[in-house]
């Protein structure tokens, strides 16, 4: 157990409707990343948080996705609308900054299936 | 933007042999972090081991060690006295000292122990 929690750990949902994912980070760390996994294939980085404030999004984030970090603690993954080509693994990571060395420590994934 | 492969899908080893995993990666930095990631079956994602761009002495991390070239942008994992718990799927990553300091991963080889 590397510290990082996410909920829930599977999620079967219909095509069109909307799922929310909530990341508990390590407890210090003030960076909080969102990636997502396809089968077979390596994490792809979606979006990151500075405490609360959300620096960076991919263009993977499409408009129907939206990450939420309030208080700087836990954040919340929201996918609206879902479609089949959402299914993947989404995974959440944190870390403490500055420290070149401070590695990033990650959840165990929410596993998403959109039928 | 930076690319990290990984050209062997899938690797085999005998218990207590030594396996080679191969990993390049594309950069026009200078300065940057490697590392092996193991992701087990359902499990969650944790390091093996790191190498900073500017340190050319390889790490070493009990079994684990790796062949940074760094002219050749090559970074080689090796695993000596293969254990059965080392079965998993093994993802090279690189991460940048600048901005999001995302990791940037490729797409993964499965090892598979053989008792």
């Known amino acids: 157990d590397t510290g990082v929690s996410q909920d829930p750990r599977h999620k079967i949902t219909k095509r069109g409707q909307n799922v929310t994912f909530r990341c508990d980070p390590i407890?210090?760390?003030?960076?909080l990343y969102w990636y997502r996994q396809t089968l077979g294939q390596g994490p792809e980085f979606l979006t990151y948080f500075q405490n609360e404030a959300q620096l960076e999004k991919s263009r993977l984030l499409s408009d129907r996705f939206s990450a939420e970090r309030p208080k700087g603690s836990f954040s919340t993954l929201e996918i609206q609308r879902t479609e089949q080509g959402d299914s993947a693994m989404y995974l959440c990571?944190?870390?403490?900054?500055?420290?070149?060395?401070?590695?990033?420590?990650f959840g165990p994934g929410t596993r998403l299936t959109v039928l | 933007a930076q690319t990290v492969t990984q050209s062997q899908p899938e690797m085999s080893v005998q218990e207590a042999e030594t396996v080679t995993l191969s990993c390049t990666y594309d950069t026009s930095e200078s300065d940057y972090y490697l590392f092996w990631y193991k992701q087990p079956p359902s499990r969650q994602m944790i390091l093996v081991i790191r190498?900073?761009?500017?340190?050319?002495q390889n790490a070493t991390e009990n079994r684990f060690s790796v062949n940074f070239q760094k002219a050749a942008k090559s970074f080689s994992l090796k695993i000596s006295d293969s254990q059965l718990g080392d079965a998993a799927m093994y993802f090279c990553a690189y991460r940048s000292i600048q901005g999001a300091q995302k990791l940037v991963f490729g797409q993964g080889t499965r090892l598979t122990i053989n008792p």
């Open positions: 990571a944190s870390r403490q900054v500055p420290g070149r060395d401070n590695e990033q420590f």
């Open positions: 407890s210090e760390h003030n960076r």
């Open positions: 190498q900073e761009a500017y340190k050319q």
